[in-house]
């Protein structure tokens, strides 16, 4: 049985990723194009909207 309660999901992948040793960054909210996959996303999307 899963759990996708917001407070569960911030909570458990940041203790999760300290146990396995990845190492999170986190994106400042108006920066939103630091993060490859939203720019591939947003390309995708207007690409698609002015096919």
Do not use: Y
Request: charged share 30%.
């Amino acid at each position: 049985m899963t759990d996708n309660d917001p407070e569960l999901t911030s909570n458990t992948v940041p203790a999760w990723c300290d146990d396995v040793g990845i190492e999170r960054h986190r994106i400042a909210r108006d920066r939103a194009r630091d993060n490859p996959f939203v720019v591939t996303l947003s390309g995708r999307l207007r690409d698609q909207s002015n096919a």
